[in-house]
């Protein structure tokens, strides 16, 4: 055995360590010296890393891979039971950026009951989504608005945001939507889209009165 593969073996088993702390140094030198052997397991390690900072290494280490190696194992990932495992899979797809990837972000996922893997999914669309594809990714992305607590809402108006001004027509269809909830969420970030500058804070609070009002925000328009 070389000094080379007994580093290996140590740093595999880094991985699986009860100590946090020795996760993150194996993640770390896993991904200082990347080698085939190691993707499976950082890829399997993703799904079931329980501490945030140690999952971001492993994507990081994943980051540092090729493509050509991470990519079959992480469109894997994505159709998985698990939740965590499709929400890493989707938030390492996203750092890596290669659009071979697009087809994996099906509509499914887009609206996943978990709400993690949805915001994964959400900012990987923005990421991947090929050029001309905005406008669909866009109205697909407004079906979810209203859904869930601020982070979440948060982390949908800035997708939306992202693809500019081509959601536009979504968001103003949105805002006539029956639910409260929904026309809000649309009106504040259409607000965000015009000024991003406002804050998720102040464009809900504002969309709350123009609703409340009984507006659109489309009056004049």
């Known amino acids: 055995m070389t000094g080379q593969d007994a580093d290996a073996i140590r740093a595999l088993q880094g991985l699986e360590d009860g100590r ?9 030198a ?41 990519l079959p194992g992480l469109l894997r990932e994505v ?18 950026g290669d659009r071979q990837a697009w087809p994996a972000i099906t509509r499914a996922l887009l609206s996943d009951a978990d709400d993690e893997v949805a915001r994964s999914a959400w900012r990987a669309a923005v990421v991947l989504v090929p050029e001309g594809e905005e406008a669909g990714l866009a109205a697909v992305l407004a ?9 979440t809402q948060l982390s949908l108006s800035r997708a939306l ?22 026309r809000t969420h649309a009106l504040a970030t259409e607000r965000l889209l015009r000024d991003p500058d406002a804050g998720f ?3 809900i609070e504002e969309a709350k009165r123009i609703v409340a009002l009984g507006g659109s925000g489309q009056e004049g328009r």
Do not use: N
Request: glycine share 4%; hydrophobic share 45%.
């Open 201 to 203: 804070e102040f464009a």
């Open 161 to 182: 945001v992202a693809l500019g001004e081509v959601v536009l027509p979504a968001l103003r269809a949105a805002a006539t939507a029956p639910s409260r909830r929904v």
């Open 143 to 151: 079906t979810q608005l209203g859904r869930g607590e601020r982070e």
């Open 20 to 28: 946090s702390s020795v996760r993150l140094r194996a993640a770390l």
């Open 79 to 96: 159709r998985s039971e698990r939740a965590q495992a499709r929400s890493q899979a989707l938030h390492t797809l996203s750092k890596i």
């Open 30 to 70: 896993v991904g200082t010296t990347p080698d085939p052997r190691f993707v499976d397991k950082l890829v399997e390690r993703c799904a079931i890393e329980p501490e945030f900072f140690v999952r971001d290494m492993l994507t990081w280490a994943l980051t540092r891979h090729p493509v050509s190696l991470t």
